[in-house]
């Protein structure tokens, strides 16, 4: 992953204060995923949820590294659709029209997983 910003802030205003997920967490990410590791969205779960837990506070106040996949969805909700949007843009920028594939983003159908 690319560097990300420390801070963004959502079309509402909220700030999200950002962290990049080191190898460490994206470990216990796994491990929080459990059964959704073995599903066919997989994929689209873990870079859903890699991008809700890079979230370290929001309008100031600490978030703390979910444990459990329940955790994951409070820290969504919290976060909420604009969040999200807001997400997306920094870690799934817009593709250019002449600029060659991101790794990592194929197969990942963002649209449907804020769905």
Known sequence: ??????????????????RELDPGDMLDLIEVAGSAMQSASAGAWM????MICSVD???GV????????EQVK???????????????????PPKKPDAPEQPGTSGVDMETAKN
Request: no cysteine; glycine share 8%; proline share 6%.
């Open 47 to 50: 870079g859903y949820a890699q």
């Open 74 to 92: 409070q820290v969504a909700r919290r976060i909420g659709n604009d969040g999200i949007v807001a997400l997306q843009a920094v870690f799934y």
């Open 1 to 18: 992953m690319s560097t990300i910003p420390k801070e963004i802030t959502t079309a509402s205003g909220k700030k999200l204060e950002l």
């Open 57 to 59: 506070a929001i309008d």
């Open 62 to 69: 600490p978030v703390e590294m979910p444990a459990t996949k």
